[in-house]
């Protein structure tokens, strides 16, 4: 079952999440089927990580 992809930056504040529009936004990657802005959150926070696994 695939899952309906949310629009991070429409459902920012909002009480309900707001659906991607996928190939009408322009945030979405259609090569990756996914949003820019979840790509630059997810590497931001593995960076993080490794950043902290570097301290310890």
Known sequence: MAS?????LMS????????????RCAWYMTGSKT????????NAIMDIKSK?????
Do not use: F, R, T
């Open 12 to 23: 920012a504040g909002n009480e309900q999440s707001v659906v991607c529009l996928q190939e």
């Open 4 to 8: 309906i992809p949310i629009c991070p």
């Open 52 to 56: 902290q696994a570097e301290k310890k």
């Open 35 to 42: 949003c820019a802005l979840y790509v630059m959150a997810h």
